[in-house]
């Protein structure tokens, strides 16, 4: 049979930003089926990949997340006609799009899960996100877009359903019996270092602009007590951080430039001898791509153990080892 009853269609779907830094690789494994790229966010992540196969929903508002939902499912159904079988890529099930599929009774659809960064090597549970997934369940009651409430890990490994786990690294990857398949970047060896010596700092999408002044302060103070005098100093913002106003000012007073860009740093990390961030998948990333080569440096305040934060706290324990094993050093403040 040479119809398309008898082939398997690849579709990825991008819900965050970190698919960019590996999309290009994934896709060239994924040949010669037929591929399809549906990226479901707020603003466009995707820039290393413009090929016909991409489709954006991109919903800057309630509304539009709501019509797009909608259309992209439905889109989905256009395109699995025919097929024998449907094979779907993305980072978890906690998305109202990826749930809806994964918890399908469809059978012709398989799931693969893709790396959504240091998510994928601590226990990070459904019950931290327990409010946002009730008010999703209420959500599909009224829009009629079937959503299922799950207990366990984020990323919903402890199903059982997914065929493989696509990584960059297998080092403390929570996997189970899951086949592991690992993603080699080729892009990478593209870059080389400047000369000069710089240092970045990642941002945060923060949303108390307290505990955000506060702790850039304390991380600014850090890198010019530090490196001020030998490394030029730059800000790369968090990509849904919102640069309150002041800031700019900040960074002026501790004689930091901003950069201005939305592509992943895993990108242009290799310009840097040293990258400083609060816990961030990023760092984890870095580490795995470059190596020794980029100094990571992570801070990470731990909480007092209190009935109500010993969730968090016991998280941020284990993020704090996971940063140790890849080799980022550690400050805790």
Same mark, same amino acid.
């Given at each position: 049979m040479n119809d398309k009853s008898a082939k398997t269609l690849h579709? #990825?779907?991008? /819900?965050?930003?970190? =698919?960019d830094v590996y999309l290009p690789d994934l896709v060239e494994r994924l040949k010669p089926d037929p591929i399809r /790229? #549906?990226?479901?966010? *707020? !603003? *466009? /992540?995707i820039t290393s990949y413009t090929g016909p196969e991409l489709k954006r929903y991109l919903h800057p508002n309630r509304r539009g997340y709501l019509r797009d939902l909608k259309q992209c499912l439905s889109d989905i159904q256009e395109l699995e006609r025919g097929y024998g079988r449907i094979n779907f890529y993305f980072a978890h099930i906690f998305s109202a799009l990826t749930n809806h599929l994964f918890f399908s009774k469809n059978k012709k659809y398989r799931f693969h899960l893709i790396p959504d960064g240091i998510a994928?090597?601590?226990r990070i549970s459904t019950r931290a996100l327990f409010i946002k997934m009730v008010l999703k369940k209420i959500t599909s009651i009224l829009t009629g877009i079937r959503y299922t409430m799950y207990a366990g890990h984020l990323t $919903?490994?402890?199903? $059982? %359903?997914f065929q493989s786990i696509y990584t960059l690294s297998e080092q403390g990857l929570i996997a189970g019996d899951t086949p592991v398949i690992k993603l080699d970047l080729k892009w990478k060896s593209r870059f080389e270092k400047i000369e000069t010596p710089q240092l970045l700092?990642?941002?945060q999408s923060y949303t108390d602009y307290r505990y955000y002044k506060s702790r850039h %302060?304390? #991380?600014?103070?850090? =890198?010019?007590?530090?490196? $001020? !005098?030998? @490394? !030029?100093?730059?800000?790369?913002?968090? *990509?849904?951080? !919102?640069v309150v106003p002041g800031f700019m000012d900040m960074l002026k007073d501790f004689n930091i430039d901003f950069i201005t860009t939305d592509r992943p740093v895993e990108y242009f990390a290799g310009a840097y001898q040293i990258i400083v961030s609060e816990f961030s998948s990023a760092l984890s990333n870095i580490k795995i791509i470059y190596g020794? $080569?980029? %100094?990571c440096i992570g801070f990470i305040k /731990?909480?007092?153990?209190?009935? @109500?934060n010993n969730y968090r706290r016991n998280r941020l324990i284990e993020i704090k080892e996971h940063f140790r094993h890849m080799g980022v050093e550690v400050i805790e403040q």
């Open positions: 579709i #990825i779907i991008a /819900i965050n930003q970190m =698919v /790229i #549906i990226e479901f966010y *707020p !603003k *466009p /992540i994928n090597y601590y $919903g490994i402890e199903t $059982g %359903r700092v990642l941002g %302060r304390q #991380i600014f103070d850090y =890198v010019r007590s530090n490196y $001020g !005098k030998q @490394f !030029k100093l730059f800000y790369k913002a968090h *990509p849904n951080e !919102k020794d $080569g980029i %100094r /731990i909480p007092e153990r209190r009935l @109500f």
